[in-house]
């Protein structure tokens, strides 16, 4: 997300309006710990420019030496790139993991300055499309949907070399944002689709949230990652109920499950680090942890900036 979202959201201090009570929490497994950490690095080797500019296909995924430890141990190929597709300037690839079965669609984050653009059209448009009484972030979905004009080609391609294999999406911050309304483009055509997001900020009213979470049952699972006090994934939900900025800011809300890494900034994360909390707006998380920083963001399950340039 931009400077100026940052900024703005300073001033939703304790003004912000009272929030829902927590629901359940857990813990993850050690072995979703591993699938937590593999599409971190997937996500974060989309801000590579050799996995974007389609001079890694096919070869393995990029990533500089010293990062993807986890990505480098694991059999991929670089099937398609994408970048500078408008509105939005939207950039990433799409892989096949051999050693998984998976194709991985990646979105990169917030890099350029139409990027930033995106990120600001926080005013909302109709996503009836999608599921009833939902409204959308209009840069996400418009940015979103001119991506999956691009890519239902290039998908049902790599579908086509690798039918055995299953989609999963992924995205760090406004590439995470990219990922949850492909996926849910993907789902509304009954196509079977996994999303893991790192610092994803909200895409939707309450309507939207709801329905990320509760339908398209058996079409895939939603691993919403935050960490910390990340700002990023909690500043349109506190905006839209800041009573300074709600006039401005419609309502935003965040999806359940959410993945809660507690570990502090650049500590190896455990898996007994990672709370599960599920509940749509559920503040006993990243929502309700603080005022926010931006520090937080870059660091999810290792760093997310692992190219020179990236």
Wanted: a neutral charge; charged letters at 15%; one cysteine or more.
């Amino acid at each position: 997300m931009g400077l100026a979202v940052f900024l703005l959201g300073a001033i939703c201090f304790v003004s912000c309006l009272a929030l829902p009570a927590p629901t359940r929490t857990a813990e993850i497994t050690p072995s979703r710990l591993d699938k937590l950490t593999l599409f971190s690095q997937y996500s974060a080797a989309s801000s590579c420019p050799a996995n974007y500019n389609g001079s890694a296909n096919g070869l393995p995924v990029y990533c500089d030496a010293g990062y993807c430890a986890l990505l480098r141990t694991t059999e991929t190929e670089a099937l398609y790139s994408f970048q500078g597709v408008l509105p939005g300037d939207t950039a990433g690839f799409i892989a096949a993991d051999h050693t998984n079965k998976l194709l991985v669609v990646a979105f990169h984050d917030t890099m350029s300055r139409i990027n930033g653009r995106t990120d600001l059209e926080f005013l909302q448009m109709d996503a009836s499309a999608a599921c009833a009484g939902c409204w959308a972030h209009s840069g996400f979905w418009q940015a979103a949907e001119a991506a999956a004009l691009l890519l239902a080609r290039l998908l049902e391609d790599a579908r086509a070399r690798y039918p055995s294999h299953r989609i999963v999406m992924t995205g760090h911050s406004l590439g995470g944002a990219l990922a949850t309304m492909y996926t849910v483009f993907l789902r509304t055509l009954r196509v079977y689709v996994d999303l893991y997001t790192f610092g994803a900020p909200s895409v939707g009213n309450l309507a939207f949230a709801e329905a990320i979470t509760n339908n398209w049952q058996g079409l895939g699972t939603n691993y919403r990652v935050t960490h910390a006090d990340d700002k990023i994934p909690k500043i349109l939900f506190r905006l839209s109920r800041d009573r300074l900025t709600s006039w401005i800011v419609p309502e935003y809300s965040q999806s359940s499950p959410e993945y809660w890494i507690r570990s502090a900034y650049g500590r190896p994360v455990t898996a007994a680090d990672i709370q599960v909390i599920e509940g749509v707006n559920n503040v006993t998380g990243n929502l309700g942890r603080g005022l926010g920083n931006i520090r937080d963001h870059t660091w999810y399950l290792g760093n997310t900036s692992v190219c020179v340039g990236g």
